[in-house]
């Protein structure tokens, strides 16, 4: 085989690699156009900023016993020990374990303060 005949060859091999590229190209396109279009699609359906806004301005973060233990047992650790106590006293409760779940963001805040 000559060499020119060899270089028409790979030519010919390169324009069939371009053109499946350029037709993998226009598949994807469209795949991840129309996906995309569904993805929209689906989240109009499913917000409303009427309603959504409102409920995210009133969610507060869900504060656990484990996070207060944690702060608490640094607070203490740091030194203020006593402080730590006193606030644990402030809520009317003997241990952390027993104080009611709807006061743990006022005592988290408390505790942040310190």
């Known amino acids: 085989m000559s060499k020119t ?4 060859a790979v030519f010919t091999e390169l324009e069939k690699c371009g053109r499946t590229l350029a037709e993998i190209a ?15 699609n689906g989240f109009e359906e499913i917000y409303d900023p009427a ?3 409102a409920q995210e301005e009133t969610h ?18 740091s030194g203020l020990r006593k402080e730590v106590k006193a606030l644990v006293m402030k809520y ?6 027993v104080l009611p779940e709807d ?12």
């Open 103 to 114: 006061k743990f963001p006022e005592f988290m805040a408390e505790l942040e303060a310190m």
């Open 60 to 77: 507060q973060k869900t504060i656990t016993l484990e996070e207060i233990r944690g702060l608490a047992a640094s607070k203490a650790q």
């Open 26 to 40: 226009i598949d994807l396109r469209k795949m991840f156009s129309t996906a995309e279009t569904d993805a929209l």
């Open 51 to 53: 309603t959504d806004e």
């Open 5 to 8: 005949s060899e270089l028409d």
């Open 92 to 97: 009317g409760v003997a241990s952390l374990s």
